[in-house]
T-cell receptor, first 112, second 111 residues
Framework: DVKVTQSSRYLVKRTGEKVFLECVQDMDHENMFWYRQDPGLGLRLIYFSYDVKMKEKGDIPEGYSVSREKKERFSLILESASTNQTSMYLC???????????FGPGTRLTVT | DQQVKQNSPSLSVQEGRISILNCDYTNSMFDYFLWYKKYPAEGPTFLISISSIKDKNEDGRFTVFLNKSAKHLSLHIVPSQPGDSAVYFCAAHNAGNMLTFGGGTRLMVKP
């Protein structure tokens, strides 16, 4: 079974803080993704990576950056957290060239 | 502009009856469609998919129908069970291993 784990289930940060969200997958998948989920808006892609050190912007990359130094790990960074980044963050991975993505349990981030 | 839309934010169905969840899309280049189910405090899990060259795919109680001319797909659950209560997302693949998701529909199956 594919397992995607995220470092925290719940996180509370203050405005202006730098925030790191970590994601690890154990199935040697090439592709990894970061989404945010907001009510009524579904899942929106922030960034994705198709290989180590490679990254591509998704639909809403502003205010975020990512890092992929190892194949199994994909980090999302909020350089200076803002209240409008309060959301559920979901990490996913997939095995190229299949389309099915496997998701982690999510991190609910609250920025106050 | 949302390329994948689920116009019903919620749906309530009696146990044992059919649940029909709908999804519309605008991009004719989408070549593969997926449905995901999400329980609270969990990540989405893959449910069923369909290629754009097909019009129906069935897996147990779940059937997905694709109408390319109408740019519409639907997920049928028969019979519905209380454990099916969750948020359902449709997703569409275009290019580059990316998926575009709809806004989700919350299904409530009443015992």
């Amino acid at each position: 079974d594919v397992k995607v784990t995220q470092s925290s289930r719940y996180l509370v940060k203050r405005t202006g803080e730098k925030v790191f969200l970590e994601c690890v997958q154990d199935m040697d998948h090439e592709n990894m993704f970061w989404y945010r989920q907001d009510p009524g808006l579904g899942l929106r892609l922030i960034y994705f990576s198709y290989d180590v050190k490679m990254k591509e912007k998704g639909d809403i990359p502003e205010g975020y950056s990512v890092s992929r130094e190892k194949k199994e790990r994909f980090s999302l960074i909020l350089e200076s957290a803002s209240t409008n980044q309060t959301s559920m963050y979901l990490c996913a991975s997939s095995l190229a060239p299949t389309y099915e993505q496997y998701f982690g349990p999510g991190t609910r981030l609250t920025v106050t | 502009d949302q390329q994948v839309k689920q116009n019903s934010p919620s749906l309530s169905v009696q146990e044992g009856r059919i649940s029909i969840l709908n999804c519309d899309y605008t991009n004719s280049m989408f070549d593969y469609f997926l449905w995901y189910k999400k329980y609270p405090a969990e990540g989405p899990t893959f449910l069923i998919s369909i290629s754009s060259i097909k019009d129906k795919n069935e897996d147990g109680r779940f059937t997905v129908f694709l109408n390319k001319s109408a740019k519409h797909l639907s997920l049928h659950i028969v019979p519905s069970q209380p454990g099916d209560s969750a948020v359902y997302f449709c997703a569409a693949h275009n290019a580059g291993n990316m998926l575009t998701f709809g806004g989700g529909t919350r299904l409530m199956v009443k015992p």
